[in-house]
């Protein structure tokens, strides 16, 4: 059972850090070295951590403050609030709310708000595969790559179940590539 399924009781905005090995492989896949990103929903910080560890520069918001110490401030990433920067990415791994649409929201939203850089989401490896989200991903003109994971993620948080993670995670990657990729 993934962080995803819906028989146990969520943890509230869906707060699962991301365990740093997997921002770690995204960022042997994508040169961030020396670039501005933006982490738009950090939680404590541990993407965070891993982007500036890998060498970005890294500007970290979530809508509520986990006491990370790196954190810049709240933001609603699905508001209609104006960014004023501009980022090289945008990389995180988002909510996934009721059947995903906090997730979807998240994409539609970071599409609007990249600009001409990127966007890198994680996402269950399925997530494409819904004729729904079409407009998402195949039928959509920024998206350019899914990477699937090949080792499983166990997500911090959840601690009721044993086996967590048996669902398989991706990167969704949407957005100007060209300079990035490595
Ligand atoms: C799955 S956790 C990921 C945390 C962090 N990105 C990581 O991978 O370790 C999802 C995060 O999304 C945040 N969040 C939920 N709704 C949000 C919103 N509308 N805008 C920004 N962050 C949001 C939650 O507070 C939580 O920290």
Not at 47 to 58: C, H, T, Y
Request: proline share 4%.
């Amino acid at each position: 059972m993934g962080k995803h399924e819906t028989s146990y009781a969520r943890v509230e905005r869906d707060f699962y850090p991301t365990p740093s090995w997997v921002t770690e492989l995204l960022s042997k896949l994508i040169n961030i070295r020396s670039k501005d990103v933006w982490e738009c929903a950090c939680g404590d910080g541990r993407m965070s951590d891993a982007l500036i560890d890998a060498g970005a520069r890294v500007f970290s918001t979530d809508v509520v403050d986990y006491g990370y110490p790196g954190f810049t401030g709240i933001f609603d990433f699905t508001s209609d609030r104006f960014m004023a920067r501009e980022f090289a990415g945008i990389i995180t791994n988002p909510p996934f709310g009721p059947r995903g649409k906090w997730a979807e929201r998240f994409i539609e939203c970071g599409i609007l708000r990249m600009g001409n850089g990127f966007l890198a989401l994680l996402l269950p490896a399925d997530f494409d595969s819904a004729k729904t989200r079409m407009h998402l991903f195949g039928g959509c003109e920024q998206f350019v790559a899914k990477l699937v994971l090949t080792r499983r993620v166990k997500w911090f948080g959840i601690r009721q179940i044993p086996a967590c993670s048996r669902r398989r995670t991706a990167l969704g990657i949407s957005g100007g590539m060209s300079n990035s990729v490595t």
